[in-house]
């Protein structure tokens, strides 16, 4: 299965190449959308090292002082519009 970085393919094309796929994206060469007929819903095969790069940049994310106000400012506009009170978080 070669080609760019980045493929999409439908679940039974997945299932022939899933060895060739998982070798490429366990070595960090892209991700793979994976499509099934008849359904809007798809899915990413992504490296584990990938997943963890995502998951460590949103915790750095998620403690700064910016995404805490962003945080606060979206909680204040939800409860607005649903007539329930503020509750903030620490």
Not at 55 to 82: G, H, N, R, W, Y
Request: charge should be negative.
């Amino acid at each position: 299965m070669s080609g760019g970085c980045f493929n999409t393919l439908s679940v039974s094309q997945f299932i022939r190449a899933v060895e060739e796929l998982h070798g490429q994206v366990a070595s960090g060469h892209g991700r793979i959308v994976i499509t099934r007929d008849g359904c809007d819903d798809v899915c990413v095969l992504i490296s584990k090292a990938e997943l963890e790069g995502l998951e460590q940049a949103l915790e750095i994310l998620s403690s700064t002082p910016d995404f805490q106000s962003m945080c606060k400012t979206l909680a204040s506009v939800a409860a607005s519009t649903s007539h329930q009170p503020v509750v903030e978080t620490a």
